[in-house]
């Protein structure tokens, strides 16, 4: 089925893990990797929850980016506003995105003494190797465009246990980052980690899963070769969202519960205004057998009593879950920036510790530090959340596959197409978005419903379909594309002489420009006819 766009060729061999907070809760259900899926556990029934991510309407504190310099101090009121507020039912993702950049940014060049240690965890974590995004340049010449998408920047967020939990490798938090830097907006999109998906060469399984499949497969071939294990791992689990989800991946990020836990530690741990007494019974042994995770009022957590809280299940719902997250994100926030926090060696050298021993990225320095400037000009109005789950776009729904509770498509079990339909459309492609050209689709043959059927699929893309109607005669054997928008829409231009397979011209017999009032006519062609 149709992606985002199509790739003329394969992508590079890519770094594996990267760059995101834990802020999806990742559980320690499930079992080993080998089967990709997890045998049933106490935590089997709360599966059955979406992952919490949802859209949200609240006021962060992280509107704007922090200034790069230690000297930056909090807002004096930030824990009193969490006292006072009531649990919110959505998690903002834009918080997560830009919040943990920020932080990874000022420990990442807070060198100072400690330049040489900052630079060598940088080549710990920024590994390189992503695929790279056009739209992240100022000026962007049409002819290096490969397809729709290209006009903004996708980043997959992954978060895993590791190895020191169980079911370590298997990636429950989904998040995609997608930005238009033209438009200064950006889009972020949960994927729920029940996801049922085919992965061709492998089997059905849970999307959680396909990270940690590719993995083993690669090591059984070469149990010496982590890294590339690792690489086989990200690739393949990319590999099934551009085809089912539809969207080109430019890079990806993640971390894995260590580096949470380590950065709490590092800080001397956080501060959490806590609304209501949280009980977990499944987390007891892990809380010295007390299920009793976090009484009501101001708590101050440690690392572990940090982890625990965030990625509790026991709640009323996964959006009360949600909140949870964020209140812990604000406090790693709050405490890491806090003034005097990098005056102190030993606490820089512990958080750039966390940090490079835990989490990498495909992105290189240079253009984490673009995404930083753009993220400054994106306003929090201008930030998309969005899930599958979202009424009106409802488009998945839970059943029961083999014994497990799977998420599936609401058309069918393999039937993505309205998602991505519904995905391209939430990330309008950014030169795609900024031209609006308006184009009508005429049918140039005697065969019903070609220029429908062509239009249909072009909508799907994003793009402005003004006029769908019969071209003055029947006679075409070939697609025509004719540009009336004299060079003005021409990214537009360039991404349908991609798709239609030819080259736009400037006028067509019996296609009169006034007559039509388009900035582009499409004239379907016999070649598009693919019935028997």
């Not at 379909?465 to 360039?494: C, H, M, Q, W």
């Amino acid at each position: 089925m149709d992606n985002f766009r199509k790739h003329p060729k394969h992508k590079p061999n890519r770094s594996v893990d990267g760059f995101i907070s834990n802020t999806g809760g990742i559980a320690a259900e499930g079992s080993s990797t080998k089967n990709a899926q997890p045998e049933k556990t106490q935590l089997d029934s709360l599966n059955k929850k979406s992952d919490g991510f949802h859209s949200a309407n609240i006021s962060s504190q992280l509107d704007a980016l922090p200034s790069l310099q230690p000297s930056y101090s909090p807002n004096p009121d930030v824990v009193e506003k969490l006292k006072k507020s009531k649990p919110k039912k959505h998690l903002p993702k834009k918080l997560i995105f830009r919040g943990v950049m920020a932080i990874f940014i000022v420990v990442l060049l807070s060198g100072g003494l400690f330049f040489g240690k900052a630079w060598w965890n940088a080549h710990k974590i920024l590994k390189g190797g992503g695929d790279g995004a056009l739209a992240l340049n100022s000026q962007v010449d049409p002819t290096l465009l490969n397809g729709e998408g290209d006009g903004r920047v996708n980043i997959l967020l992954l978060g895993k246990g590791g190895a020191n939990h169980p079911g370590g490798d298997l990636t429950d938090s989904i998040l995609i980052a997608s930005i238009d830097p033209l438009g200064k907006e950006a889009a972020l999109l949960s994927i729920p980690r029940d996801l049922y998906v085919k992965v061709p060469n492998y089997w059905s399984m849970k999307i959680n899963a396909v990270y940690s499949t590719g993995k083993q497969r690669a090591l059984s071939v070469n149990e010496d070769d982590a890294a590339g294990a690792e690489k086989a791992g990200i690739k393949l689990l990319e590999s099934i969202i551009e085809a089912d989800i539809g969207i080109p991946i430019n890079y990806y990020m993640m971390v894995n519960f260590d580096a949470f836990q380590q950065t709490v530690d590092a800080v001397g741990g956080i501060e959490v205004a806590v609304a209501e007494p949280l009980y977990d019974y499944v987390q007891a042994w892990d809380n010295g057998g007390n299920p009793l995770l976090a009484a009501k009022g101001l708590q101050h957590f440690n690392g572990k009593k940090a982890l625990l809280y965030a990625r509790s299940r026991s709640s009323s719902s996964d959006f009360a879950r949600g909140e949870r997250q964020r209140e812990v994100v604000v406090g790693i926030k709050d405490k890491v920036l806090k003034l005097g926090t990098f005056s102190n060696p030993l606490t820089v050298t512990k958080l750039l510790d966390a940090i490079g021993n835990n989490v990498t990225t495909s992105l290189t320095l240079s253009e984490i530090m673009r995404l930083y400037e753009i993220s400054k000009s994106i306003q929090t109005s201008s930030i998309a959340s969005l899930g599958f789950t979202d009424p009106p776009n409802v488009l998945v729904k839970t059943a029961n596959i083999n014994g497990q509770s799977v998420v599936v498509p609401l058309r069918g079990q393999a039937d993505f197409s309205a998602i991505q339909s519904f995905v391209r459309n939430a990330m309008r492609d950014g030169f795609l978005k900024n031209e609006n050209a308006t184009i009508a689709v005429l049918n140039g043959t005697n065969v019903d419903g070609l220029a429908t059927k062509r239009a249909d699929e072009l909508k799907s893309y994003g793009y402005n379909v003004t006029l769908i109607d019969e071209a003055p005669t029947t006679d075409y054997a070939t697609t025509v594309l004719v540009d009336f928008s004299n060079g003005l829409k021409k990214y537009t231009k360039r991404y349908l002489e991609q798709r239609l397979k030819t080259a736009a011209v400037t006028s067509a017999t019996g296609i009169d420009p006034l007559v039509y009032k388009t900035d582009i006519v499409i004239i379907v062609g016999n070649n598009e006819n693919t019935n028997p």
